[in-house]
Nanobody, 125 residues
């Protein structure tokens, strides 16, 4: 059974850092598109960062460029979102996602078929 399990969320002060992890089971990540999304109440789920092509190229939302980094550890079948210089506007529920189809350009939720349960990130003093 294909599963994604997130961890690493929590409460952090502005300017702080967190690393989110997404452990995959039931499939191997090397042939999947992956992504991180966040959602706040009343707003559509937003793509934060994705790797959607076999060349491993990354994409980032403009609001997180230079502060967040997506990475994959194939040996652990886990991918990560390193979040630095966190701002209150980064607050939300963060979801990891994967899909067996690669090659699309847009880091948007409808392109992904498998989702984790979500982890809360709160940036507040």
């Amino acid at each position: 059974q294909l599963q994604l399990e997130e961890s690493g969320g929590g409460l952090v002060q502005p300017g702080g850092s967190l690393r989110l992890s997404c452990a995959a089971s039931g499939f191997t990540l090397d042939r999947y598109a992956i992504g991180w999304f966040r959602q706040v109440p009343g707003v559509e789920r937003e793509g934060v960062s994705c790797i959607t092509k076999s060349d491993g190229s990354t994409s980032y939302a403009d609001s997180v460029k230079g502060r967040f980094a997506i990475s994959i550890d194939y040996a652990k079948n886990t991918f990560y979102l390193q979040m630095n210089s966190l701002e209150p506007e980064d607050t939300g529920v963060y979801y990891c996602a994967a899909d067996p189809f690669r090659g699309f350009d847009l880091c948007v939720a409808p392109n992904f078929g498998h989702w984790g349960q979500g982890t809360q990130v709160t940036v507040s003093s």
